[in-house]
């Protein structure tokens, strides 16, 4: 046993880890399978099929939903990153200034309460004001999807400014250029790759929301999210599965860019 | 002449106001569209209800007196509301339970991708990320085609001989226990292994130098240093969990309501928006109390290793 003896065995931890993964991977296995399933039950095969897929494409309410959850998580991410940064910017690199607590606490605070509380109190905040205003438009949903998303793209931009010392700021400040001037050509190469973590972060959540724009939405605004849900509760056909499959290698797709982008070291 | 004292001072409040006109676009949407609108929740949530939904604006306490009270229509007397107590006790009792078995899950997992080697590692790491970041919506559908009557697991089930009939899984409070085991493992891994990660093993192999079980070693030593991570981990999957609306909405059916399937009754068919808005805030009450439980217990907690 002492020639064998490993320090970081521990009797039964691997097992525990194999069931975990296999546990995380398998139903999401067997959804993406049934999305191929000609038969029109999600529970006997009949064999391999694209006509979910083809179903999926041709639902006008599903490529809207499509289309509007695309348009809000791009100005949600967009916006919401430009703030994070200009946010990250202020609050790292300095000194401790009265406030800086305030703002960590005030940037983070849409992480510490439930989505439903978040999700109720919009509806209660925006509805007064789409009686005094008129205006019912997605406005609503690209303002609750840019608050939520401010505290995920925050993340990384802090994480990489932090990382970054002032030196080469310091350098171009006393070659004359203007703070402009070494923004632009120090500091924002520089920190690219964390506006980029964040921008993709930003889009990837705003694009799962499912509680807070159920909440806040008006008639006719579904996101795929939404619709998907109300699609499960009305009964289960392979055309969600399909659906499911496609945004599925969309979120992949995401999460392998944003891993390769956070990863790499300059 | 200003003094460079002066100067210095003068510099130092220019870089402070100019920080605070860089961080106000991020704090003013969040005030605008999150943290604002909470007052709102607490304002409505003193006022009467309104006929068609909504709140008629004449103070009352009654929508506080219900969250755990119910008025007698005949006698008028208070009496403990036992369809929100039951509510109340289910979400919190779930909530925990799923704590509970997505540390014992989660524990071993962040062990076991932390000691692997250096290259390795990133992609365990990836193969927890993925679900993480893929839509809550579509696990929880996954989870349901599993568990379903027809789905794979009771398919097996049946082949086997193990069972005659389909074992009904779904719309129990088993079903939510799984989707939300489930859907919030990786936020349990993910904290735990940031820990795992900074482990020194160094101290490990001086625990079995001086003859230490395997159990002792995890209890001593290890556990004690990743305490941090465990923590953080129960608090990111204890407080979705609590608030958790979509995994009892497709996985319980429409009977095992949860408090969030409450709240919504509330502002749905119920037309009762002061109480949606008290129960609401009680919601965020035991929420800041688990908070406010973490920050102390990580503040004493501050274990130095390495």
Known sequence: ?266 | MATAEEVAKAAERRDVRDRWLLSAPALLVILFAATGPLLIVLVYSFLTPGAYGDVKWQFSADAWTSVFLERDIFDDTLSLAAAHVTIFWRSIKLAVVTTLATLALGFPTAYFMATRSEKTRDLWLFLITIPFWTNLLIRTFAVLQIIRNEGIVNTILLKLGIVSAPIQILYTDTAILIGMAYVYLPLMVLPIYASMEKLDFRLVEAGYDLYATRFKVLRKIIFPLVKPGVIAGSILVFIPALGAYVTPSVLGGGKNMMLSNLIELQFGQGRNWPLGSALSITVMIIVMAALLAYVRNAGKSGVRHG
Request: charged fraction near 10%; proline fraction near 5%; glycine fraction near 6%.
């Open chain 1, 1 to 266: 046993m002492a020639s064998n003896f490993s320090i970081k065995h521990q009797p039964g931890f691997t097992a525990i880890a194999a069931t975990c993964f296999i546990v995380l991977y398998l139903p999401i296995f067997v959804l993406v399978v049934y999305a191929f399933n000609a038969a029109s039950s999600t529970s006997e095969w009949g064999g391999f099929s694209l006509k979910w897929f083809q179903s999926a494409y041709q639902n006008t309410q599903v490529i809207d939903a499509t289309l509007r959850s695309f348009q809000i998580g791009a100005i949600a991410a967009v916006l919401s990153t430009i703030f994070a940064t200009m946010a990250a910017l202020a609050t790292t690199r300095t000194a401790s200034y009265p406030g800086l607590t305030f703002k960590y606490a005030a940037i983070n605070q849409p992480l510490m309460v439930p989505e439903i509380v978040t999700g109720v109190a919009l509806l209660i905040f925006f509805s007064r004001i789409k009686i005094f205003t008129g205006y019912s438009g997605i406005g609503y949903l690209v303002a609750a999807h840019t608050a939520f998303c401010i505290p995920f793209a925050y993340l990384p931009i802090r994480a990489r400014l932090e990382n970054m010392d002032l030196t080469l700021e310091r350098a171009a400040a006393d070659l004359y250029a203007t703070p402009w001037k070494t923004f632009r050509r120090i500091t924002l190469p520089l920190l690219w790759p964390g506006i980029l973590a964040g921008l993709m972060l930003a889009f990837v959540i705003s694009l799962d929301d499912v509680v807070i724009t159920e909440f806040v939405k008006s008639g006719g605004q579904d996101t795929l999210p939404t619709y998907m849900l109300g699609q499960i509760r009305r009964g289960i056909t392979p055309e969600i599965n399909a659906i499911s499959t496609a945004f599925l290698l969309l979120s992949v797709a995401i999460v392998t860019l944003f891993f390769f982008v956070s990863r790499k070291r300059d």
